[in-house]
């Protein structure tokens, strides 16, 4: 269209089961049913909250405290963490009467065949807020109890949302495990060290692919 496209918005388009690809769509499936608990003192009151079906998990890349998360790993470790909901959640704990805001828990009940991760980079849609900073990718993570392998990354060159060029690193099973660079029209073998997130190609959305057997 003449514009910057998001890679992002493209592959949610992609794998929309009604609008998109629906061959695709369920490699990508995921869902959880997560669990909302009572904060009250000694309460351990807990019922289940409205299932959420999900074709990705978007990653914070700094904790509350600030700092930036080392790894892909300890991002998705965070994003698994639970989480007290906000203070205008109405609640009223039918165990022990409290008012506090419940703790959600996540319980994912299928683990989808891809993992499709996105680093949250653009926290605001402006640059200012874009967050450039280098993150190890793990060849191998956790997710949910499952386990799961790096099998492509699409990084983004560029310090906005709005312009910059978009760079594919894929894994092919059938040369080796080759891992090949995708720009344009040029494919070729890459180096490892130009797999690592950088300040100048960002890691920006991660494909994991599930292991069956152990690590």
């Not at 929309?16 to 009572?38: H, K, V």
């Not at 080392?70 to 906000?86: G, H, K, L």
């Not at 090949?180 to 180096?191: A, G, I």
């Amino acid at each position: 269209h003449g514009e910057q496209e998001d890679a992002s918005e493209f592959l949610m388009r992609l794998l929309n089961a009604e609008t998109g690809s629906p061959r695709l769509a369920p490699l990508f499936a995921g869902l959880d049913i997560p669990e909302l608990a009572c904060t009250g003192e000694s309460c351990g009151y807990r019922r289940p909250a409205a299932q959420e079906a999900f074709n990705t998990i978007v990653v914070q890349l700094r904790g509350e405290d600030g700092r930036l998360c080392p790894d892909v790993q300890t991002a998705v470790a965070s994003y698994m963490q639970p989480e007290t909901q906000e203070a205008d959640f109405r609640w009223l704990c039918p165990a022990c009467g409290s008012t506090a805001p419940p703790r959600k828990e996540h319980r994912v009940t299928v683990t989808p065949e891809v993992l499709l991760v996105q680093l949250c980079r653009w926290r605001d849609g402006t640059a200012s807020g874009a967050i450039l900073d280098a993150v190890h990718v793990n060849e191998r993570i956790r997710f949910a109890g499952s386990q799961y392998r790096l099998s492509s990354s699409i990084m983004h060159m560029g310090s906005r949302p709005t312009s910059g060029h978009y760079l594919t690193c894929a894994r092919h099973e059938s040369a080796g495990d080759a891992w090949f660079l995708y720009n344009d029209t040029l494919r070729r073998f890459v180096r490892e060290s130009e797999r690592e997130s950088s300040e100048t190609n960002k890691s920006y959305i991660l494909f994991y692919e599930h292991v069956r057997a152990a690590m």
